[in-house]
């Protein structure tokens, strides 16, 4: 009986202990995209050092951005953050567009040509509104500035294209900082 | 001068007794020139001191001024406009009591930043709202001008305003000196026609002007804001808004624009308006002479207290005359509505 006793103790203390949750891990630190902002990349043959020049104004963006401070961010980046904000531009250039049609089109002192040219450029206002706003109007990626970047080092010339400043680990990094290029093998 | 000229202003002055001889549209021409110059070279050159010593000297003598020109053009009785003037002047109590308040409200902190932006957003909805109201009653009394436009103008305004309110906000900070030159140009073709077409060539050197200071100064190191005053210098030209622009640019820009805003409040339009001599609600029989005394007198008070409160403690002196001053920028809709 003791034994049995004996056994169930064993038993129902594995069960409890293999009911305890794991210890936390700490959590895996992924790269943070915190600016984007631009870069150049240029020769100087009477340079000994590479040098990584930052100006004040990116310098203290970057530090704003570090540190999360709104509204220090690019312009637009400063624009609809809100969704409700979003919700209420949009609805007030809804009917700003509507009612300026209805009275384009009311208008008599308009000709046929006029009315059309005159809803041919609100429609491209409005969708160049619509893409400047949602930066869907990217254009290319930005690997194509960058495309010509081996030729150019070679010539000496500078090279100019957007980038991405992202925070990693340590880890990841190997603690140094790392200029990553869009580049394809060719 | 041109003889044709002369002969229309000897006209003109035997028309209106109170009629002063204007001088030559070339020393017109040449003080405007000189002013927009002077004023630029200084703006670009120490802009926090001189917009110290410049808000100090004349932000409220041109308050002044802008009141007595007012009085100048109110009616005595309103008439058919009474339904404009009233909504004029309520619209001018609740938007400055709502904008007084805005810095209580920031303070309660019962807000989140996007919160806070939705506030500012609605106050600034409110005031396109009346202005949109206004320039309707406006136009109901101008049968052959078609406003209509303005609806669909001040829709997209207020959409631009949600998306980005602290833009929509600077950009009224930036705006409105410039409505006291259009001030000037509407007071001209009443008063002084025949300059008109002078001040509207001066007028051409602005932008030009404009362009020239951001090239000089878009790649300029940015101005100290280490102390209280520099940092609400530098916030209130938008430097906060816009970080990538040299606060030097902005500092600039904006005091080159108010010294040109006050310039036409205590310089043009009181030399212009030598023609009106009296206020006329004060003149007219049925008018109210003890009440625009009063008015005027207060106002002469409130300009010492100003200069004695900046010599106390400029940066709330500042602070608190920037809040109370919303009145005037709003009052002058109305008045260049009915100059229109």
Not at chain 1, 164 to 173: K, T
Not at chain 2, 4 to 27: G, H, L, W
Not at chain 2, 37 to 61: C, D, K, M, N, R
Not at chain 2, 195 to 209: I, S
Request: aromatic share 12%; with cysteine.
């Amino acid at each position: 009986m003791k034994a049995l006793l004996f056994a169930c103790l064993i038993f129902s203390a594995s069960v409890a202990k293999a009911d305890l949750p794991k210890p936390q891990q700490p959590p895996q630190r992924a790269a943070r995209e915190v600016l984007h902002t631009s870069l150049e990349i240029s020769t100087d043959p009477k340079a000994y050092e590479a040098k990584l020049q930052i100006s004040e104004s990116s310098l203290k963006e970057l530090r704003a951005a570090l540190d999360g401070a709104p509204g220090n961010g690019s312009i637009v980046g400063g624009i609809s953050i809100s969704p409700t904000r979003t919700i209420v531009a949009g609805l007030l250039m809804f009917m700003a567009v509507s009612i300026a049609g209805i009275l384009l089109a009311r208008s008599t002192s308009f000709g046929r040509t006029q009315k059309t040219v005159g809803a041919l450029v609100l429609v491209a206002v409005l969708i160049g509104v619509a893409a400047i706003i949602t930066r869907g109007n990217a254009g290319p990626p930005g690997s194509y500035r960058w495309r010509n970047l081996p030729q150019a080092l070679a010539e000496g010339k500078p090279t100019f294209g957007g980038v991405d400043i992202e925070i990693v680990p340590d880890a990841d990094s190997g603690a140094h900082i790392r200029l990553v290029m869009p580049l394809k093998k060719q | 001068m041109s003889a044709v000229t002369v002969s229309q202003a000897a006209d003109y002055a035997e028309k209106n007794p109170d009629f002063i001889p204007c001088y030559p549209q070339r020393a017109f021409f040449s003080v405007g020139v000189v002013s927009i110059l002077a004023a630029a070279a200084f703006a670009s050159w120490l802009p926090l001191q001189v917009s110290i010593v410049t808000l100090f000297l004349f932000a409220g003598p041109h308050n002044w001024f802008e009141l007595r020109y007012f009085l100048m053009r109110l009616p005595v009785r309103f008439g058919r406009s009474r339904n404009f003037f009233v909504t004029a002047f309520a619209g001018l109590a609740l938007l400055t009591v709502a904008y007084v308040s805005l810095p209580f409200v920031y303070n309660a902190r019962l807000w989140s930043d996007d919160g806070w932006s939705t506030i500012i957003a609605g106050w600034n909805t409110a005031l396109l709202f009346w202005l949109g109201l206004l320039v309707w009653l406006r136009s109901k009394q101008k049968r052959k001008a078609n406003w209509t436009w303005t609806i669909p103008a001040g829709l997209v305004l207020a959409s631009l305003n949600w998306l980005g309110p602290d833009f929509f906000s600077l950009a009224l900070v930036y705006i409105h000196p410039l409505i006291a030159l259009w001030f000037l140009d509407r007071h001209l073709r009443r008063m002084r026609p025949e300059w008109l077409r002078t001040y509207r060539r001066c007028l051409c050197l602005l932008p030009l002007v404009l362009a020239v200071m951001i090239w000089q100064l878009s790649q300029t190191t940015a101005l100290p804001d280490s102390n209280g005053l520099f940092w609400r210098i530098t916030q209130h030209s938008g430097a906060e808004v816009l970080p990538q622009v040299s606060s030097h640019l902005l500092v600039s820009v904006h005091l080159f624009l108010e010294i040109l805003h006050y310039a036409v409040w205590i310089v043009a339009l009181p030399l212009i308006g030598g023609v009106i001599k009296t206020v006329p609600i004060a003149r007219h029989p049925r008018g109210f002479p003890r009440l625009v005394a009063g008015l005027l007198i207060a106002a002469l008070a409130g300009v010492v207290v100003l200069w004695f409160g900046f010599s106390m403690n400029y940066s709330t002196t500042r602070d608190v005359y920037f809040t109370v001053a919303i009145a005037h920028v709003l009052a002058e809709a109305p008045f260049l509505l009915r100059m229109l």
